[in-house]
């Protein structure tokens, strides 16, 4: 065996290993942002909709610009099993038995924490299903998401893009520790 072999045999299992990664597109489930009103204040009435349009730009992005299957959680389970606020992201577990039942390979339970109507964040446990592990946490701050409709606009979709590129780090780490991977979604916002 010459001194090459190692080097080549190494070589090749990373060629494999980038290979398979590749062709991969493992399938994740979104669960709905929540709301962790972190203020006294009450909410502008237009801040559930643009929650609600961050999730759907996540969720976008995820798709066109990551690769990732999405995968729906049948809404009436998820409604059923959710008891109150913030228990998904207190109990990832739960979560990750949604997402099995949709044969989703990870799920991400992200909250807006609000602060006030100018500082909030976009936070999110990165969750393996098959062993319900928590892997990461992530976040990604929203200033002025309250302030005006197209801040608003322009902070979902940025938004959207620092979070898909955030947990698209995370499971690619988890999913390959061995090797290094490279990024899946760009880091640019739009």
Not at 18 to 26: K, L, R
Not at 33 to 52: C, F, W, Y
Not at 67 to 95: K, M, T
Request: include cysteine.
């Amino acid at each position: 065996m010459s001194s090459r072999s190692p080097v080549l045999i190494a070589f090749l299992g990373v060629l494999c290993a980038s290979e398979a990664y590749s062709q991969s597109a493992p399938r994740v489930a979104v669960l709905s942002i929540e709301l962790n009103n972190l203020h006294k204040t009450t909410p502008d009435t237009s801040l559930a909709g643009r929650v609600q349009a961050l999730g759907a730009a996540l969720s976008a992005r995820m798709v066109s610009a990551c690769g990732y299957q999405i995968i729906a959680v049948d809404s009436v389970a998820q409604a059923q099993a959710h008891l109150g606020v913030g228990y998904f992201y207190d109990h990832p577990d739960v979560a990750a038995g949604l997402a099995a039942a949709a044969e989703a390979d990870w799920v991400v339970v992200p909250r807006l924490n609000r602060a006030s109507a100018w500082a909030a964040d976009l936070q999110a446990h990165v969750v393996r299903v098959r062993d319900s592990s928590l892997v990461s946490n992530r976040i990604v701050e929203l200033k002025g998401l309250e302030l005006g409709p197209e801040l608003a606009t322009r902070l979902e979709l940025r938004g959207a893009a620092w979070m898909a590129d955030q947990l698209s780090q995370a499971i690619e780490h988890a999913s390959h520790p061995w090797i290094r991977v490279l990024r899946r979604c760009p880091p640019d916002a739009q």
